[in-house]
Each structure stands twice: as structure tokens, then as C-alpha cells.
């Protein structure tokens, strides 16, 4: 392991951003949930939860190869906290990933393009398959979407943990502005 005490200001730049992009990703589709069809916003709303969510992987990816790269600070807390944060950090990244791909390929085997910004889109390329389109909403939808709350709710409940019960620099050592050793 690392000796340094801290995640780099690149690793956490990348972490708050895939949490802000989290965020956006999840209010984009619950706006657009909110508008009723024909009214353009909707249509907005959708192109955003689209971007948003690609955006969402591409630096998810960008932080698995910065992570492959760069080892993190030593991990605090006892055994067991160490075995459950890196089981529920290896699931976030797998559910972050898996949540665009899943939602890409749900809309190809429908036959639909991905809408982008300026009029852009992903064409269709996957030959129509609406049995497995319909599988992959359900898992996109209900079982990752599910599996991502709860899986955040993990992660930022034992980050609390470790500030106010084991009084531990854990989180302390992710918030922006501090310096990096």
C-alpha cells in the first residue's frame, strides 16, 4: 500500500464528479418523469439523463484507469471494514458502469437511437430484439437502480461511520480542499 495518507486531488476530483453526475443523471430522469409528453422540456430532460449517464461512464472509466495506476492511501478501520468498503466499492463501480451500458443496449434492441445534445444520436446498430430489450429495462429500472441506492447508501453510511464512530480520517482524507501529502 501507499504510504500517503489522502487520495490525490485527481482521485478525488473524479470521485465528486461521478457523485455530481449520479445526481444529475438520477434528476434528469425524474424531471423528465414530471413533464407530460408533447411538451418539448421532456424531450430536454431525456437528452440530459442520456448525456449525463454517458458522461457518468466515461469518467468512471477514466477513474478505474487512474485508480489502476495509482494505489490509494492505506485503508483505515479494522479488518472486517476493510473486506465490506472494498466489496462495496467494487459494486458501486460495477453498478456504475453497468447502468449506461445497460441503458444503451436496452434502447438498440428496442430499434431506437440514443438522442444527444445538438441534434446528435447514437443510431440503432443492434438488430431489434424487444424480449431482451424489455429484460434489460427491467434490469436497468429495478435491479441496478436498486442495487446503486443501496449500494450508495453503504458507502456514504460507513463513511459516516468512520467520522463520528471511530472518529478516523476516512472521510475526512475524500473532501475536496484538503491537501494532498
Known amino acids: 500500500m501507499d504510504t500517503t495518507n489522502t487520495w490525490t486531488n485527481t482521485a478525488k476530483t473524479l470521485h465528486w464528479l461521478i457523485a455530481f453526475l449520479l445526481l444529475a443523471v438520477w434528476a434528469s430522469v425524474e424531471l423528465h418523469e414530471q413533464v407530460p409528453r408533447g411538451n418539448p422540456w421532456r424531450d430536454y430532460w431525456i437528452i440530459a439523463h442520456f448525456t449525463l449517464g454517458a458522461s457518468a461512464l466515461a469518467v468512471m472509466v477514466i477513474r478505474l484507469m487512474w485508480r489502476a495506476g495509482h494505489r490509494p492511501p492505506a485503508p483505515l ?16 463501480y460495477l453498478a456504475v458502469l453497468a447502468m449506461p451500458v445497460t441503458g444503451l443496449l436496452m434502447r438498440q434492441l428496442d430499434g431506437k437511437s440514443t438522442p444527444l445534445p445538438a441534434g446528435l444520436a447514437i443510431p440503432a446498430w443492434l438488430p431489434a430484439n424487444t424480449a431482451l430489450a424489455e429484460r434489460l429495462e427491467d434490469l436497468h429500472k429495478e435491479w441496478l437502480w436498486n442495487a446503486l441506492l443501496a449500494l450508495i447508501v453503504l458507502h456514504v453510511a460507513g463513511a459516516l461511520w468512520h467520522h463520528w464512530v471511530d472518529r478516523d480520517a476516512t472521510l475526512k482524507r475524500m473532501l475536496p480542499g484538503r491537501r494532498s501529502r
Open 77 to 92: 478501520g479494522g479488518r472486517l471494514q476493510q473486506r465490506l468498503a472494498t466489496a462495496v466499492h467494487g459494486l458501486l
